[in-house]
């Protein structure tokens, strides 16, 4: 059993910058594949990122490559998504999700956290 609790969301205006930090609980964190998704309003839950168990192995989806980076601190139990250069419609609510193996498929992740508000303003 996974525990996943993201926080760091908030209010940024456009260009701004926010860090994302999803602590887990349970011993088997680093036998897990995390990943971040966002939902906006009347949209499907994408994935935005995620890190294979070790760290060596990340993707970031095409609109947010070279602005967002997923980290993880096996040590700590914490996954992080540091956003730089936020735009509008990366507004959404940040979801932090664990699966048993690599995976960018949403059903695929066993473990979801209860998410996350992200706004950016214009």
């Known amino acids: 059993q996974v525990q996943l609790v993201e926080s760091g969301g908030g209010l940024v205006q456009a260009g701004g910058s926010l860090r994302l930090s999803c602590a887990a609980s349970g011993r088997t964190f680093n036998r897990n594949t995390m990943g971040w998704f966002r939902q906006a309003p009347g949209k499907e839950r994408e994935i935005v990122a995620c890190?294979?168990?070790?760290?060596?192995?990340?993707y970031s989806t095409d609109s947010v490559q070279g602005r967002f980076t997923i980290s993880r601190d096996n040590v700590k139990n914490t996954v992080y998504l540091q956003m730089n250069n936020l735009k509008p419609e990366d507004t959404a609510v940040y979801y932090c999700?664990?699966?048993?193996?690599?995976?960018?498929?949403?059903?695929?992740?066993?473990?979801w956290g209860q998410g996350t508000q992200v706004t950016v303003s214009s």
């Open positions: 890190i294979s168990r070790s760290g060596g192995i990340t």
């Open positions: 999700a664990a699966a048993a193996s690599w995976s960018l498929v949403a059903r695929q992740y066993d473990y």
